[in-house]
């Protein structure tokens, strides 16, 4: 290819020399490999890759995963029968834990992160303020699996001997929500998987919906102050009618990144294939299950062709989600 | 505002609600921020205390070895350094071009649109996809995982944040630095690499560290692609031992020799980690302002 358009660029050099008298302009004019024409390609098949990546992963997670989709058909959704035993494959479970461990990540991380954004960027101290968000980007900036094994040694412990005790004693008999503490407070499950999951996604939120906070014009939040509006009346209804779009956009982020964690989630979930009410039981998520089931399926299988359409699904819901969140946060800005 | 009201302001109940709104608000926001403060220092204090007890020279210096062997952590920390130090000799230039090529050459067509937006994207794609990506694509087809097939995933999941630092950087250069170069004749490559790259360097070199930082905490890519080994192993065409990957296996078995070797190495990942981005923001962040 090089070779080719390396001819044609000397032929146009022969043809533009035989056409013009000017010699000069033909010796400053530079050869294609030392010339901008090169580096442009170099950088644009760069940007390229970057596009076949993406492209990459999603084709060959269908490729790989067409397989079990062929044999289970629909049912592979709908079912939630996973034993390796039987060859039998259904990723509802899964798909219940990781979207149950999303939600109560979000639900919990959501006001928190409102709560410190708006700590941040009207009530803390200038010094306070950069201290306290030196501290919340080093733990976005913590390893996940580390989050794992605090989560596994410190909260699970917590979750057994004190929360899930007195949520259950407060709650087992109030209707509606009796279901949702039924169970053995092991430590391990989804309210487990969800607390970690929050502790992990809301300094991401945080961080973003301070940077979208911050771009509201001064004007407007000192006018509001001005009338006498209290600090909450100004973010109530100045600054969140202001950036609801960039709000949205980083919510959805957090989510986006919860769905897909694994490291984190794979030591307090609990790991089981099941779906029910209780918050307390041990379920799974697609990551979790994905990474703890991979060591056990050969090549070719088609349990390992299960898993990869695991991942196909995956992929499906966590760039959906990253997508929708890209964009609520490119209109704004 | 309760100094200054109108006197009788206790009796307005409008005053009222709105000072206890503000109130409950105020407190919320303390309480929300201490949580976040809290929950990282029960994260380092944690680390800290369990980590700090196994820490030994034997630690740093022995291979990993059966329960009761006294093993230690040493080949997975070079294993760990020699990947992400591969991922970074890979991912950094296609990063780097790539935000050249948004910056200076995109600008806003619907090309690099879409590149910025897939960019993004995998900004904060679930990094166990990315390892199953690699495995179909480097692992399967050669029959054996390897040390090449882990610092590939490592190398995908950094070049999205060189990207993002990368035109970000280049985008606060001035244009009259660049017509100034042209101005003498330079070609816009020169002017790109010698001019607007050097003058966006601390810039950029702060946007790789962050990748350096990122991927070397990183464990769901490496399951399905360097695998982790025992032994030493230095060879990137053998399954190659990593930190993560080792704490991943020691934390969750019964030894007690082996839980403590996995917080010692989880007290070495996130110390490690947490200093590049001290560094990092400190360092180069006073510089620029």
Redesign the interface.
């Given at each position: 290819m090089f070779g080719g358009s390396l001819n044609s660029e000397r032929q146009m050099t022969t043809v533009s020399s035989v056409a013009e008298p000017a010699p000069v302009m033909k010796a400053t004019k530079?050869s294609f490999w030392q010339?901008?024409q090169?580096?442009?390609l170099?950088?644009?098949?760069?940007?390229?890759?970057?596009?076949l990546?993406?492209g990459?992963?999603v084709i060959?997670?269908g490729v790989?995963g067409l397989q079990a989709f062929r044999v289970f058909g629909l049912d592979f959704v709908i079912s939630n029968v996973w034993n390796p035993v039987t060859n039998q494959y259904g990723a509802l479970a899964p798909l219940f834990g990781t979207i149950g461990s999303t939600l109560i990540a979000v639900a919990i991380a959501l006001?928190?992160?409102?709560?410190?954004a708006?700590?941040?960027t009207?009530?803390?101290p200038a010094a306070l303020a950069e201290a306290?968000g030196?501290?919340?980007?080093?733990?976005a900036?913590?390893?996940?699996?580390?989050?794992?094994?605090?989560g596994?040694?410190?909260v699970v412990p917590f979750m057994a001997q004190h929360l899930e005790p007195i949520l259950h004693h407060s709650f087992a008999h109030t209707p509606g929500i009796r279901w949702l503490v039924h169970g053995a407070p092991f430590g391990t499950g989804l309210l487990t998987g969800g607390i970690v999951l929050a502790?992990m996604i809301?300094?991401f939120i945080?961080a973003v919906m301070r940077d979208v906070f911050l771009v509201v014009p001064p004007m407007l939040k000192e006018s509001a102050y001005g009338l006498?509006a209290?600090?909450?009346?100004v973010?109530r209804r100045v600054v969140v009618p202001w950036s609801r779009a960039g709000m949205i956009g980083s919510v959805v982020?957090g989510l986006?990144?919860a769905?897909?964690?694994?490291?984190a989630v794979t030591?307090v979930i609990g790991n089981a294939n099941t779906i029910g009410w209780s918050l307390f039981e041990p379920r799974n998520t697609v990551?979790s299950l994905?990474?703890l089931e991979?060591?056990e399926s050969p090549?070719g299988s088609l349990k390992l062709s299960a898993?990869?359409a695991l991942?196909f699904l995956?992929?499906l819901i966590?760039?959906g989600t990253?997508?929708v969140a890209?964009w609520f946060l490119r209109e704004k800005s | 505002?309760g100094a200054t009201s109108a006197p009788g302001w206790r009796k307005n109940p409008l005053a009222t609600r709105?000072?206890a709104?503000?109130l409950?608000?105020?407190g919320?926001?303390?309480?929300?921020?201490a949580?976040?403060?809290i929950?990282?220092c029960?994260?380092l204090w944690?680390?800290l205390s369990?980590g700090v007890a196994g820490l030994s020279l034997a630690a740093i210096i022995r291979p990993m070895g059966p329960p009761g062997s006294h093993g230690g952590l040493a080949n997975a920390i070079v294993g760990s350094i020699i990947q992400t130090i591969m991922s970074l000799v890979i991912g950094a230039?296609?990063?780097l071009?790539?935000g050249?090529?948004?910056a200076?050459?995109?600008g806003t067509s619907r090309?690099?649109g879409?590149?910025r937006?897939?960019?993004?994207?995998?900004l904060?794609?679930?990094?166990?996809?990315?390892g199953?990506?690699v495995y179909?694509?480097l692992v399967?087809p050669f029959?054996h995982f390897s040390g090449l097939a882990g610092a590939v995933s490592l190398a995908?999941l950094a070049?999205?944040i060189i990207?993002r630092t990368t035109e970000d950087m280049l985008r606060l250069v001035p244009t009259a630095m660049r017509e100034a170069g042209a101005a003498l004749g330079a070609?816009?490559?020169k002017v790109?690499l010698m001019i607007c790259m050097r003058s966006a360097g601390p810039g950029v070199l702060t946007g790789i560290l962050l990748a350096l930082?990122?991927v070397?905490?990183?464990?769901?890519p490496l399951?399905?692609t360097s695998l982790g080994n025992q032994n030493w192993s230095f060879s990137l065409d053998k399954p190659m031992a990593s930190l993560?990957i080792a704490?991943?296996q020691y934390?969750?078995a019964s030894y007690e020799d082996w839980v403590a070797l996995?917080?010692t190495g989880?007290l070495f990942?996130?110390f490690g980690?947490?200093a590049i981005?001290?560094v990092v923001?400190f360092g180069f962040g006073r510089q620029k302002s």
């Open positions: 530079p010339g901008d090169f580096f442009r170099v950088v644009l098949g760069c940007a390229t890759l970057v596009l990546v993406l990459g992963l060959a997670m790989g006001p928190l992160a409102f709560g410190s708006f700590w941040l009207a009530i803390a306290v030196t501290a919340i980007q080093l733990l900036a913590v390893p996940s699996i580390i989050f794992g094994m605090w596994f040694f410190v502790v809301t300094p945080t006498g209290t600090r909450w009346e973010i982020l986006g990144r769905l897909g964690e694994t490291m030591f990551a994905v990474a991979f060591p090549a898993l990869l991942g995956l992929v966590s760039f990253l997508s890209r | 505002m709105r000072r709104s503000d409950l608000a105020t919320f926001g303390y309480l929300a921020s949580l976040l403060v929950a990282l029960s994260i944690t680390l369990q230039p296609v990063g071009a790539c050249i090529y948004l200076e050459y995109g090309f690099a879409t590149v937006f897939v960019s993004d994207v995998l904060s794609a679930p990094s166990i996809l990315v199953l990506f179909l694509v399967a029959g995908i070049v999205p990207v070609e816009k490559w790109i930082a990122r070397s905490g990183e464990t769901a399951l399905f993560p704490i991943y934390a969750g996995a917080w989880a990942i996130t980690v947490l981005n001290i923001r």
